[in-house]
């Protein structure tokens, strides 16, 4: 009722509509204040003079058992791996203000800076281990485009798991999975999204969607929008065409890249990905090796 009024929204109104007293109605409204929305109090009522920017649960209509939010955790993808373990349904969510124990690939360290946007997605696909790299290209597709689409910012995803605006990292995605046998059982998928936050203070090739369109932005609403799309895009019978849609986005093939994986280094011309999501790369000998883990530089 705040957000469709222009003008303070009287206390008797706020009563009446919701069948509460008017002490339940100021109590409520302080409860919003000290969680960050911006209410002003007055002798003609209550108006929202600013939002708040925190992904709560209630900010999600439909979505509000499946999303658990922290304001500061240890690692969106532990919450997540005992939520899956213990049953909880598909495309449950945990979000975090701050995780003091966050990790990137190959476990490095994750900095979770105040103003970012950070979570962990269950997801139960009826797919085998084979076809689990689709599920992840599925997501970070789904990122680039809803953020092509929302910002026009012009983001591609880069091998195996980044997403890029230029050569400067937006974005990292993060999978663990559990399986039966062949098929798997929960499918976890981390993401750390650069929004309000300033990453390049420490990382001169990252990047926020804030310095980006020269604004501060709603992190709820750019979570809430990938969440729709990605549980759209993953109800599709089959994810076959997902491959082809990520090649076309992205800005790895074609490039001379080195691939560093552990100990081991490797370096070629991207030339393709082939359908469990591995990087075919074309060597200066002339052979092809395909490679499915790694950290990939762009030369």
């Known amino acids: 009722m705040l957000r469709q009024s ?14 509460v007293s008017r002490v339940s109605v100021w109590k ?75 990790r990137g690939r190959l476990d490095r360290s994750w900095a979770s800076q105040m103003g970012g946007l950070y979570f962990t997605i269950v997801t139960r696909p009826a797919v085998t281990l084979n076809d689990g790299a689709r599920v992840l290209f599925t997501a970070s597709l789904t990122l680039t485009e809803t953020l092509n689409r929302r ?10 798991n ?10 990292g995605l993060l999978s663990q999975v ?20 300033d990453p390049g203070r420490n990382v001169p090739t990252a990047v926020s969607l804030c310095k980006l369109v020269g604004r501060a932005l709603q992190r709820r609403r750019i979570l809430a929008d990938f969440l729709e799309a990605f549980e759209k895009s993953l ?6 065409g997902v491959v082809a849609r990520w090649k076309a986005a992205c800005v790895t093939l074609g490039r001379d890249v080195e691939i560093i994986y552990r100990d081991r280094r490797h370096r070629g011309i991207a030339i393709d990905i082939d359908a469990a999501g591995g990087l075919i790369l074309q060597k200066a000998d002339g052979s092809r090796e395909t490679l499915h883990f790694g950290d990939c530089f762009h030369r």
């Not at 109800?235 to 076959?240: D, G, K, T, Y």
């Open 6 to 19: 222009t003008s303070p929204v009287s206390g008797e109104k706020l009563s009446a509509t919701l069948g």
């Open 28 to 102: 409520h409204i302080r409860a919003l204040q000290q969680a960050g929305y911006g209410i002003n109090a007055s002798s003609t009522g209550y108006l929202l003079e600013h939002d708040s920017d925190t992904p709560y649960a209630w900010e999600f209509p439909g979505r509000e058992s499946r999303i658990h939010y922290h304001e500061r955790i240890s690692s969106t993808m532990d919450e997540a791996l005992a939520l899956a373990r213990n049953g909880c349904p598909a495309f449950s969510v945990v979000v975090a203000e701050r995780q003091v124990q966050g």
């Open 151 to 160: 910002f026009e910012i012009n983001a591609g995803v880069k091998w195996p």
């Open 162 to 171: 980044d997403i890029l605006v230029g050569e400067r990292k937006l974005a």
């Open 178 to 197: 559990e399986a039966e046998g062949e098929q798997i059982r929960f499918l976890n998928i981390g993401i750390g999204l650069n929004v309000n936050n």
């Open 235 to 240: 109800s599709q019978p089959n994810l076959n």
